[in-house]
T-cell receptor, first 110, second 112 residues
Framework: QKEVEQDPGPLSVPEGAIVSLNCTYS??????FMWYRQYSRKGPELLMY????GNKEDGRFTAQVDKSSKYISLFIRDSQPSDSATYLC??????????FGTGTSLTVIP | DGGITQSPKYLFRKEGQNVTLSCEQN?????MYWYRQDPGQGLRLIYY???????QKGDIAEGYSVSREKKESFPLTVTSAQKNPTAFYLC???????????FGQGTRLTVV
């Protein structure tokens, strides 16, 4: 079983839609959770960083962590064509390496 | 501006040759990482270094080598022993334990 599971999509939504991206994980020791956005042929850029359970909001983006269910989500409100990219979840535990999901490809149609 | 610089952006290698990918950071980060990204497989860890003159193998280290002689630099050599080297290579660094990773813009290596 992989440490982190992420639906690869592709996901296609109309402009203005609410997008929900999700990852599940198997290791209950993970404490630090991240979402990265990666445009084609570019390096990933950090969108959100959260510690432990709860919600964190930054503009149109909300990251949600449910440690009891081993489930994290990224919500994008009022999606824009510029949000079209691959979204990677990542997580780590104390002093250990990062574990990445395979990425979900998102296309927002104008 | 602080950041991570990978060079070159595109690299072509003949079979049987070794090539070295450059990664330089001016963020004063201690830890640096090399990942390989293939379609549908996400990021796989090749090597990482938490301090100068020390590095550890990741999940797919075979056919690769690294050095960490300076804090700012973590070059990756893809040797002829790597049987399927065509991929997108990403370098990352972190400021300290349990902080987020920052990535370079990647090097696309193609074997011709």
């Amino acid at each position: 079983q992989k440490e982190v599971e992420q639906d690869p999509g592709p996901l296609s939504v109309p402009e203005g839609a609410i997008v929900s991206l999700n990852c599940t994980y198997s290791n209950s020791a993970f404490q630090y959770f991240m979402w990265y956005r990666q445009y084609s042929r570019k390096g990933p850029e950090l969108l959100m960083y959260t510690y432990s359970s709860g919600n964190k909001e930054d503009g149109r983006f909300t990251a949600q962590v449910d440690k009891s269910s081993k489930y994290i989500s990224l919500f994008i409100r009022d999606s824009q064509p510029s949000d079209s990219a691959t979204y990677l979840c990542a997580m780590s535990k104390l002093g250990d390496q990062f574990y990445f999901g395979t990425g979900t490809s998102l296309t927002v149609i104008p | 501006d602080g950041g991570i610089t990978q060079s070159p952006k595109y690299l072509f290698r003949k079979e049987g040759q070794n090539v070295t990918l450059s990664c330089e950071q001016n963020l004063n980060h201690d830890a640096m990482y090399w990942y390989r990204q293939d379609p549908g497989q996400g990021l796989r860890l090749i090597y990482y270094s938490q301090i100068v003159n020390d590095f550890q193998k990741g999940d797919i280290a075979e056919g690769y080598s690294v050095s960490r002689e300076k804090k700012e630099s973590f070059p990756l050599t893809v040797t002829s022993a790597q049987k399927n080297p065509t991929a997108f290579y990403l370098c990352a660094s972190i400021a300290g334990p349990n902080t987020e990773a920052f990535f370079g813009q990647g090097t696309r290596l193609t074997v011709v």
